[in-house]
């Protein structure tokens, strides 16, 4: 066992689905992803220059500690909502049967490859009603929100341009490096961060403390307001700017989209277009003399 696993062992030991430890496991595993940041944004954005490596540290805690302890407990990934309906197991339950075939000779060397797609190529099908769906949760979700926070940036922004007497031009555009742009928010960010927050921690939160009640399917309680507190404090960790805590907010919504769609696929995909947005208008919008 490696330093990093005992460390994680003492403060996020693993739940192994008794619903009395998992809040211990989920909260343990969000204050060490803090102080991973806490640390590491200064150290390797600020003083070393490494523009991104911080962020690279924490979707790689993101990712790979949810799954190895879904995979060292023999736990299906689907179980935790860490899926997308057959979009990624079918796939690469294509891909594990041509290694097979053509690696005959090599078994030994594919044998590792193909035991970590298990978990997500057994009994993998295509369930189109759940994508579409969560394609459909997704577009409402954009639809609903997206207006009014465009008007609202722009409303405030006029507010504060008047109190320094300034006025504000808006010209509405796209991003620079639109599909570059879709491509980072979509996979890079969305997709690590919900598997980790909404996936893997939402689950272990939602056995921990049970929604109390629900509003349109989607279940509200101690969980949700946890998870979204540890995903808001996630984005301040390192900065230390109070405006980095209010990704809380959309956090409420993404828990909303995972708990309605039952996977991972509507909150990634407005997770990611949310972030896009945000770029859009803060290229659409600046202040005047």
Known sequence: MGALERALARIAPPSHGAPALAAREALGLCVGLVVLLG???????????LTGAAYALAAAWQLFIPLDRLDRA?????SFGI????????PL???????????????????????????YTWRARL????VLRE??????ACGVTFPPFCLGFVELQRYLA???????????????ELLSLLATHLL??????ELFYRGYIHTLLVRAWPPRFTVFGAGLGAAVLVGSFMFALGHFAGEWNPARLGPFFPALLFCALRSVGGGLLAAVIYHGLSNVVGEMVRVSVHWGP
């Open 162 to 176: 008047a109190r320094s007497n300034h006025s504000v031009v808006v010209d509405w555009q796209l991003p620079p």
């Open 135 to 140: 394609l459909g949760l997704a577009a409402l």
């Open 39 to 49: 640390f590491s944004k200064p150290l390797l954005d600020g003083v070393l220059g």
């Open 83 to 90: 899926h997308v309906h057959g979009l990624v197991g079918v």
């Open 188 to 193: 890079v960010v969305a997709v690590p961060e």
């Open 74 to 78: 023999r736990i299906h990934p689907a």
């Open 127 to 130: 369930n189109r009603r759940g």
């Open 93 to 119: 339950r294509i891909l594990e049967h041509a290694l097979v075939v053509r690696a005959a000779g090599k078994r030994a060397s594919v044998k590792a490859v193909v035991r970590w797609f298990r978990p």
